[in-house]
């Protein structure tokens, strides 16, 4: 007597367990929606210095970039069913946060106040900008490279917001023109639109930096 | 080619996302142009400057914690949310404080009856050991009857289920911790018929442990 076919294996399935096999993000986010309170923290863990630098570049302050943190997060809790392993997560967790950052400042009480490099007792020296090797440089070229950061971080801040998501989302965070247009929720021509124009607005502001 | 089609194509080209077509078309114009090609120069120098920023922050540990906690209510609320739209489980707080009411009256009506009948004093599967007293009732049950203390199910006396039954809502399948034997519920069927309570013996064999019957409760 023949065997009895198996039951086949749903396609969902076995496609999300092969991507969560080979992107990790994918494995941890399939995790959390399992329900695993340890892989939410390794997820938050993971993404959150991330998260809270583009929106503090986005939002151009610390104290509302904290709090859309905290809210990303706890939407991707909500929503953590709505995740699909077809796209990227990282794709995914800033399309959450422009979507936050976005609406934060379209509140008009909210007035863009750009004070990242504020004196907040050593905190920025962790995230000031990358030196070169002090060896190879001379302390001249330093400070210019750290003033060119500053000027380059109070330029990015004063880009028109879609402006700034754009170029923040491309040059950042490693999101290709199909994932920006995604987070933007616009077509691709118009992200190359953005980023032309912000990319031009950039170079005119900072010409004496050049 | 306009010296404004090829800076715009510059930056494309810089990501290297240009189509092949007109990336050929922007190397023949910067072959051309010292203006272009000093532009794409300094497209190449900002985007250098923009590649050297920081892209993460250093997250303080009270973000962290606000976080979690936050997640943590919102955790608890789905929750409660779920229950609430749980069909089974509003049957089950309705009915189930209604079997164990009966249960109770039941319990005070067979332990009236072998204390009237029987010099031992009944037992009541749920109650501690007591002198013949009549178990506090129902509301509805008359002032003048004596009672017996300790009607109401003692905690120590709840008998922790072997098996969760498999009906149950997700919610309560969930917390095995929330269902206990309580004996009268497998009894229920003779709570339906009082006229054979005076015959019935109460079963209180709830496959305790040990084994042991125990008639006294």
Same mark, same amino acid.
């Given at each position: 007597?023949?065997?009895?076919?198996?039951?086949?294996?749903?396609?969902?399935?076995?496609?999300?367990?092969?991507?969560?096999?080979?992107?990790?993000?994918?494995?941890?986010?399939?995790?959390?929606?399992?329900?695993?309170?340890?892989?939410?923290?390794?997820?938050?863990?993971?993404? +959150?210095?991330?998260?809270?630098?583009?929106?503090?570049?986005?939002?151009?302050?610390?104290?509302?970039?904290?709090?859309?943190?905290?809210?990303?997060?706890?939407?991707?809790?909500?929503?953590?069913?709505?995740?699909?392993?077809?796209?990227?997560?990282?794709?995914?967790?800033?399309?959450?946060?422009?979507?936050?950052?976005?609406?934060?400042?379209?509140?008009?009480?909210?007035?863009?106040?750009?004070?990242?490099?504020?004196?907040?007792?050593?905190?920025?020296?962790?995230?000031?900008?990358?030196?070169?090797?002090?060896?190879?440089?001379?302390?001249?070229?330093?400070? +210019?490279?750290?003033?060119?950061?500053?000027?380059?971080?109070?330029?990015?801040?004063?880009?028109?917001?879609?402006?700034?998501?754009?170029?923040?989302? +491309?040059?950042?965070?490693?999101?290709?023109?199909?994932?920006?247009?995604?987070?933007?929720?616009?077509?691709?021509?118009?992200?190359?639109?953005?980023?032309?124009?912000?990319?031009?607005?950039?170079?005119?502001?900072?010409?004496?930096?050049? | 080619?306009?010296?404004? @089609?090829?800076?715009?194509?510059?930056?494309?080209?810089?990501?290297?996302?240009?189509?092949?077509?007109?990336? @050929?078309?922007?190397?023949?114009?910067?072959?051309?142009?010292?203006?272009?090609?000093?532009?794409?120069?300094? !497209?190449?120098?900002?985007?250098?400057?923009?590649?050297?920023?920081?892209?993460?922050?250093?997250?303080?540990?009270?973000?962290?914690?606000?976080?979690?906690?936050?997640?943590?209510?919102?955790?608890?609320?789905?929750?409660?949310?779920?229950?609430?739209?749980?069909?089974?489980?509003?049957?089950?707080?309705?009915?189930?404080?209604?079997?164990?009411?009966?249960?109770?009256?039941?319990?005070?009506?067979?332990?009236?009856?072998?204390?009237?009948?029987?010099?031992?004093?009944?037992?009541?599967?749920?109650?501690?050991?007591?002198?013949?007293?009549?178990?506090?009732?129902?509301?509805?049950?008359?002032?003048?009857?004596? @009672?017996?203390?300790?009607?109401?199910?003692?905690?120590?006396?709840?008998?922790?289920?072997?098996?969760?039954?498999?009906?149950?809502?997700?919610?309560?399948?969930?917390?095995?911790?929330?269902?206990?034997?309580?004996?009268?519920?497998?009894?229920?069927?003779?709570?339906?018929?009082?006229?054979?309570?005076? !015959? !019935?013996?109460?079963?209180?064999?709830?496959?305790?442990?040990?084994?042991?019957?125990?008639?006294?409760?």
């Amino acid at each position: 007597m023949p065997a009895e076919p198996a039951d086949p294996v749903p396609v969902v399935e076995s496609a999300a367990a092969s991507r969560a096999a080979a992107d990790p993000d994918v494995a941890l986010m399939l995790r959390v929606q399992a329900g695993d309170q340890a892989a939410f923290q390794e997820l938050f863990r993971k993404f +959150s210095p991330r998260i809270l630098k583009f929106a503090r570049r986005l939002v151009g302050n610390d104290a509302r970039a904290e709090e859309v943190t905290q809210d990303v997060f706890v939407q991707v809790f909500r929503f953590r069913d709505r995740y699909r392993p077809e796209s990227r997560l990282s794709t995914w967790l800033f399309t959450i946060t422009t979507n936050f950052c976005l609406n934060e400042l379209r509140r008009p009480e909210r007035r863009l106040r750009v004070d990242l490099w504020d004196d907040r007792g050593g905190e920025d020296r962790a995230e000031g900008p990358s030196l070169p090797d002090p060896d190879a440089i001379t302390p001249e070229e330093g400070a +210019s490279s750290r003033e060119l950061a500053q000027q380059l971080d109070a330029a990015i801040a004063a880009l028109p917001p879609k402006q700034r998501a754009a170029i923040l989302l +491309s040059r950042f965070d490693g999101l290709n023109y199909q994932d920006v247009a995604a987070a933007l929720g616009c077509t691709e021509g118009a992200v190359k639109a953005l980023v032309f124009r912000a990319t031009q607005s950039l170079k005119q502001t900072l010409k004496d930096y050049l | 080619m306009r010296c404004e @089609r090829a800076q715009e194509w510059i930056v494309e080209a810089l990501e290297d996302t240009l189509a092949p077509r007109r990336r @050929r078309a922007l190397d023949t114009h910067l072959a051309a142009c010292p203006s272009c090609r000093q532009e794409i120069e300094t !497209t190449e120098r900002l985007f250098g400057a923009l590649d050297a920023l920081p892209i993460e922050a250093e997250v303080p540990v009270r973000l962290e914690q606000a976080t979690l906690r936050a997640v943590r209510i919102a955790a608890a609320e789905e929750a409660e949310r779920q229950a609430e739209r749980a069909p089974g489980f509003r049957w089950f707080r309705v009915m189930v404080p209604a079997f164990a009411a009966a249960a109770t009256v039941a319990v005070a009506l067979v332990a009236t009856q072998r204390s009237a009948t029987s010099p031992a004093p009944a037992s009541v599967a749920t109650s501690k050991p007591a002198p013949p007293q009549v178990a506090k009732a129902a509301p509805r049950k008359p002032e003048s009857e004596p @009672r017996v203390a300790a009607a109401k199910p003692a905690p120590r006396e709840r008998t922790q289920l072997a098996a969760v039954p498999v009906d149950l809502p997700v919610e309560l399948s969930e917390r095995p911790d929330l269902l206990f034997a309580l004996p009268m519920l497998h009894n229920l069927d003779k709570v339906e018929h009082f006229e054979k309570i005076q !015959t !019935t013996v109460v079963d209180d064999d709830m496959g305790t442990p040990s084994g042991d019957t125990d008639s006294n409760g």
